[in-house]
């Protein structure tokens, strides 16, 4: 880390300790942040250097960060390593990652909540009170899932304009008084 600027190190660090909180690996989340403030994509062998990381361990981040849709390699002329880059549109970052997260945790919750509701109204041994739960739950979970399915047709360009009406949109659907 030393080639780094402290205001670099200081985002990296930051960002591995926020990709803890958000169920990612440290290093994952490390190597995220370098790719994303990199001017040129890097190689593995840079990322080592930079991040003072062992071999493996970049290689396996780097698949990991491959499957969530937010680095991909790139080929550089004259050399036949493979170089790698983030996503640099934070908008684009944003809907890729809340995609996946979609895909990997609330498809298989609605799943398995839609399930358990059948199986509970058609006499599955569950109590009213824990029927009713589980059919709030499901609900909640497909409007969810409209909403995002709704905001994902959208360019990054019009999610931004509409997160900055966030207060007109309150007003317009009756925030509550405070």
């Known amino acids: 880390m030393d080639t780094l600027s402290p205001v670099a190190r200081k985002f990296i660090l930051h960002w591995g300790e ?14 995220h942040a370098l790719l994303y403030l990199a001017e040129k994509p890097l190689h593995a062998e ?19 960060l491959q499957n969530w849709g937010i680095v991909k390699i790139v080929h550089m002329m004259g050399d036949r390593r493979d170089h790698f880059e983030s996503i640099h549109d934070v908008w684009e ?13 609330m498809d298989p919750t609605i799943h398995v909540l839609r399930e358990c509701v059948a199986e509970a109204e058609a006499g599955g041994g569950a109590d009213p009170v ?3 739960r589980l059919l709030a739950m499901k609900d909640f979970f497909e409007v969810a899932a409209d909403g995002y399915a709704h905001l994902s047709k959208l360019p990054p360009k019009s999610i931004r304009r509409l997160a900055r009406m966030a207060d007109t949109v309150a007003s317009l659907v009756g925030r509550p008084r405070e």
């Open 130 to 132: 824990t029927t009713e």
């Open 18 to 31: 926020m990709g803890t909180r958000w169920g990612l690996n440290r290093t994952v989340a490390q190597i």
């Open 46 to 64: 840079q990322i080592c250097e930079q991040l003072g990381l062992a071999r493996s361990n970049v290689s396996t981040s780097l698949r990991e």
């Open 93 to 105: 970052l944003f809907r890729v990652i809340v995609a996946e997260r979609k895909r990997r945790e």
